[in-house]
C-alpha cells in the first residue's frame, strides 16, 4: 500500500510539473499589439467601443462613470461626431501580471475638436478574455489642465441674433439646434436650444450628466421609464422647468410648436434605452 500512495504521489508531482508556465513577455507583445490596434480605430466609434469587454467602466473627467459596452459606445459616438474630432493615443508603457490574464497600459492622448485641442494622459486596465482576446476593462483618463473658461466677461445675445442649425444625428430629423453658450460637446458648462415641429417625439433615453431643461415657447411634455406613455407625460407650457438627474430614462414631445433651452455640463450625450430608438443607426 505505501508503494502504491508513493507511486500515485510521484504522478502527480510529475504532471503538475508538466502545466505550461504562462510567457508573461509573450502576453506582453499580444497586450500591446491589440493595444496599438484600439489607438488605431480611434476615429471608428464602433470599432473602437468593440475593444471594451461587456461590463467595461468608462471613466471620464466631469460625468459619472459610464457602465457597459453599449454606453460606451453612444458617449464614443458622440464624441466623434464633434466638429473637428481627432483623437491621437500614445501608449508608454505595457504591463502584464504573472497569471497572464490582467495587465494594464498607461499613456497620453490629444483630442482636437473645433473647440481646441485637450491634452491629457490616462490609464487602462485589460483582462484577457475567455476567447483569448484582450479587453478593456476600465479606462480612466483626464486632461492635464481645466476646460478653459467661455472667453469674454459677459454674454449678450438678442433672439434676432441666435444661429439656428440642423439638430445632431443623436435627435430625431426635424429640429434645428443653437449653441447659446459653451460647447456642448466638451467639459464644461453649455447652453443650448431645441426648436421642434408639432408632434415631435424623443424616445426613452438618458444623459451621462444633469439636464436642465426650460420651455421657452409652445406646450413641451415629459414622462419617465424606459416605455413612452404619452398619457403619463406631463405638460409644461412656457416658462416651464424640468431637472433630468444623470442617468434618469425619460422621454419627451412637442405638442405644439416648441422651443426648449438645455443647460448643463457637457459633454452631452443621448443615449437610447432602446438602441432602435437611436436616430443616427439610420444614418449608417
Not at 508538466?18 to 496599438?36: F, H
Not at 478593456?136 to 469674454?152: C, H, L, Y
Not at 416605455?227 to 430614462?249: E, I, K, N, S, Y
Not at 422621454?251 to 436616430?279: E, R
Request: aromatic content about 8%; glycine content about 8%; some cysteine.
Amino acid at each position: 500500500m505505501r508503494t502504491y500512495v508513493l507511486t500515485v504521489a510521484t504522478v502527480i508531482v510529475a504532471l503538475s510539473g508538466c502545466t505550461p508556465a504562462v510567457d508573461v513577455e509573450q502576453e506582453r507583445a499580444a497586450l500591446a499589439k491589440t493595444d496599438s490596434d484600439w489607438a488605431a480605430a480611434a476615429a471608428d466609434p464602433d470599432k473602437f467601443a468593440s475593444f471594451y469587454a461587456p461590463g467595461a467602466s468608462f471613466y471620464a473627467a466631469g460625468m459619472p462613470v459610464v457602465k457597459g459596452q453599449p454606453a460606451i459606445r453612444e458617449v464614443l459616438k458622440q464624441l466623434a461626431a464633434t466638429p473637428g474630432f481627432d483623437l491621437k493615443v500614445t501608449t508608454s508603457n505595457t504591463e502584464v501580471g504573472a497569471a497572464g490574464d490582467v495587465g494594464y497600459t498607461t499613456g497620453m492622448y490629444t483630442l482636437a475638436t473645433a473647440a481646441g485641442v485637450e491634452k491629457g494622459k490616462s490609464v487602462t486596465v485589460w483582462r484577457k478574455q475567455s476567447d483569448g482576446n484582450w479587453r478593456v476593462v476600465e479606462d480612466i483618463f483626464n486632461a492635464d489642465t481645466a476646460p478653459s473658461p467661455v472667453p469674454g466677461p459677459h454674454t449678450l445675445l438678442a433672439p434676432s441674433s441666435v444661429v439656428w442649425g440642423e439638430a445632431p444625428p443623436s435627435l430625431p430629423p426635424g429640429a434645428r439646434l443653437a449653441v447659446i453658450a459653451g460647447d456642448p460637446s466638451q467639459p464644461g458648462p453649455f447652453v443650448v436650444r431645441v426648436e421642434m415641429p408639432a408632434g415631435y417625439t424623443i424616445a426613452p433615453h438618458w444623459h451621462p450628466t444633469d439636464e436642465h431643461v426650460t420651455v421657452l415657447s409652445g406646450a413641451f411634455a415629459l414622462g419617465m421609464g424606459d416605455t413612452l406613455d404619452a398619457a403619463a407625460m406631463q405638460d409644461l407650457p412656457a416658462g416651464g422647468f424640468a431637472l433630468m438627474p444623470a442617468r434618469m430614462h425619460h422621454y419627451a414631445m412637442a405638442k405644439t410648436d416648441s422651443i426648449v433651452q438645455v443647460h448643463g455640463m457637457g459633454p452631452l450625450a443621448v443615449n437610447y434605452v432602446n438602441a432602435a430608438d437611436d436616430p443616427s443607426r439610420a444614418t449608417k
